[in-house]
């Protein structure tokens, strides 16, 4: 550990400075009631002899009236330093503890388990890197473990590690810890976590905690304390876009001007050329100041004071970005939301906003629904009841600077607070798509007019059929940008004309050109064009001819409101699957770079999801199969189905 370094009694400058560089991990552990969060973080610091002796001998006292564990030492009394903690044995507020090794140094929340606090939790995960959850190894996973894991991964932490503790109550079984491992795995399969860990432990007896377990000699893994120092975070931080939302204008004296903020994402070099929204007036970086003195460069997340070459107007609450990288500046979005007042949520009423370091009017104009955190499941629901989670829309009184909150923790998040009490009502996440309040979702509009009838043909769909030598139907190509969609489209349709058969292609570009022209790239946009498309290949459909269409269509919802359109017996989902690494390769048009640095907004598989079809009718691997053999494999569905001969 740290503190046993040799620099310490040689050279204590030195130890300084080598300790001050050391990268910082900050972790919280979470879990069910009585999992053993506490007893793990004191039995972290007992076995690695992070105690110091006056506060052993206290610990070891206090375990005798205190202790949960018949009189012997107590490990959790390390962090429960509340009277009402102790005499309940449980977890009240966050408790947080700090201490280093020779690699890293780091800051661990200890949150509550109960259900109760889970606003607590949530409190104390908001700025950690990693996530410790602990799962009893008697009970599985529970409702709090889920509810836990449901927040972590909303709140945008990338590693979590889940320890199965009190393994010695199980006599050390390999079959509990890997039933409880299948357990979790099925849970969060429909969450985003993209580096998950399991470890069996006893925090109590200290099992893979510093040392490796002699009763588990089936696991062949690293112990907690391993896992802790050799985690790789460095990749977490957003040095792309940089943000930096101003919090004071410091003016000493006449001669100075500088904007004091810390920089939440992104790095900033003297020189760059910089723009302060929502003026979008633009000067370059002068200098950048701190207390040490002047940096040629700075990056999250760095405290700094900017002065820039010009003197324009910057204010609290403004912030200064790149001009060729900018967040969205926009009044209204969607947002999941965490309510943590006993007073439940009312759609309508104004509260306060305060989302990096500016503050706002504004209201959640729509309680979109609310998530079952056992399930996953959405339902509807008129408000939001302390600890439960939601999608809502929120309209503020002025624009404000923000990013999605998978882009960036720190312009993607926000607080709620009462204008009269000023008590902290909630927690939220901005998404990354719009509201869909700016477009009117035309989906299920009944024409203008009443007086409006169905004409029909004097020719039989069965004439055209006999005519044409085919059954209509609409075939979606779908999948993200670079997957092939159109090349394989007009692919088929050359290979149809060929066989004398009549098909026309729907390309999704072209209809923007004409049809869609009015429509941009959020969400709702797209929804509109594939709606609009959707009536057009009905129309393809109903005079006998075979419709193919090229869309990126990234909303499964949507998509099922196509098919209900053209006719779900006529309509065919083809999924082109080709990773996202492959599709930035094929990008001829520069579109990946432009939504990586922003320009490009709401583009699916950067800054907004593709939500994968989930029973299509093909699946076609353009990354592995060629043209022809795409091809090849819809036109034998079509003979599969009868749709061509």
């Not at 606003?119 to 599985?140: E, P």
């Amino acid at each position: 550990m740290s503190h046993q370094s040799d620099l310490i009694a040689t050279d204590i400058d030195a130890y300084l400075a080598q300790h001050e560089k050391k990268e910082l991990l900050r972790f919280l552990t979470c879990g069910s009631v009585d999992d053993g969060k506490s007893t793990l973080i004191g039995r972290l610091f007992y076995d690695a002899k992070l105690i110091y002796e006056d506060t052993l001998k206290t610990l070891e006292k206090d375990s005798a009236t205190h202790g949960t564990t018949g009189g012997g030492f107590d490990p959790a009394l390390f962090t429960d330093g509340l009277k009402a903690e102790r005499e309940q044995g449980i977890t009240i507020d966050v408790a947080y503890r700090y201490f280093s090794t020779a690699k890293r140094k780091f800051i661990i929340a200890d949150t509550p388990g109960h259900e109760q606090y889970t606003r607590n939790m949530a409190t104390g995960a908001s700025t950690c890197d990693l996530a410790i959850i602990l799962v009893d190894a008697r009970h599985g996973v529970v409702r709090q473990t889920k509810r836990h894991s449901f927040i972590v991964s909303l709140l945008g932490i990338k590693h979590v590690l889940v320890a199965v503790n009190k393994m010695d109550l199980v006599d050390y079984s390999e079959e509990v810890y890997d039933q409880i491992r299948s357990d979790y795995k099925d849970f969060v399969a429909r969450l985003d976590i993209p580096d998950l860990h399991f470890l069996p432990i006893s925090a109590l007896l200290g099992d893979n905690i510093v040392d490796a377990s002699k009763n588990m000699p089936w696991y062949q893994g690293t112990t907690m304390m391993s896992f802790l120092d050799s985690v790789y975070i460095g990749s977490d931080r957003n040095l792309e876009d940089f943000r930096f939302p101003v919090q004071y204008v410091n003016r000493p004296h006449l001669n100075f001007r500088g904007f004091c903020g810390t920089i939440a994402s992104g790095i900033v070099r003297q020189g760059d050329e910089v723009m302060a929204l929502p003026s979008r007036k633009k000067s370059r970086v002068k200098s950048i100041v701190t207390f040490d003195g002047d940096l040629k460069e700075a990056f999250t997340p760095q405290s700094v004071t900017l002065t820039l070459e010009d003197e324009i107007d910057v204010s609290r609450g403004d912030m200064i970005v790149r001009p060729g990288n900018v967040p969205r500046l926009e009044q209204k979005f969607d947002a999941m939301v965490v309510w943590m007042h006993d007073d439940q949520m009312v759609p309508g009423k104004t509260y306060i906003f305060k989302q990096a370091t500016k503050s706002v009017t504004g209201t959640i104009s729509t309680m979109r629904y609310q998530i079952d955190v056992n399930t996953l499941h959405r339902q509807d629901a008129p408000t939001l009841k302390l600890n439960e989670i939601g999608r809502c829309s929120v309209s503020l009184s002025e624009p404000v600077c923000f990013d999605g909150y998978r882009r960036n923790r720190t312009t993607g998040a926000f607080i709620i607070v009462d204008r009269i009490s000023n008590a902290t009502l909630a927690a939220g996440m901005i998404l990354n798509r719009s509201t869909g309040e700016d477009r009117h979702d035309h989906w299920d509009d009944a024409p203008q007019s009443e007086t409006l009838s169905t004409e029909i043909s004097a020719v039989s769909s069965e004439e055209r059929s006999a005519r044409f030598g085919q059954t209509p139907v609409t075939i979606l190509l779908t999948g993200l940008t670079g997957a092939g969609k159109t090349t394989i489209a007009y692919a088929l349709e050359r290979r149809l004309f060929d066989m004398g058969r009549a098909a026309t292609v729907l390309d999704g570009q072209n209809m923007r050109r004409g049809i869609s022209r009015d429509l941009g790239f959020g969400a709702d946009d797209r929804s509109e064009n594939l709606r609009r498309s959707a009536e057009v290949a009905k129309l393809i459909n109903d005079a006998g001819l075979i419709c193919i269409g090229a869309f990126v269509a990234p909303n499964e919802e949507v998509r099922q409101k196509a098919a209900e359109v053209v006719g779900t017996d006529r309509f065919l989902v083809v999924y082109l699957s080709a990773p996202v690494e492959v599709c930035r390769q094929r990008d001829t048009d520069g579109h990946y770079p432009l939504a990586d640095s922003g320009e490009l907004a709401n583009f699916p598989g950067v800054s907004s999801p593709y939500e994968t079809p989930a029973a299509p009718h093909l699946v076609l691997p353009t990354h592995e199969m060629p043209v022809n053999e795409c091809v090849d494999a819809i036109l034998q569905l079509l003979e599969e189905r009868g749709m061509v001969s």
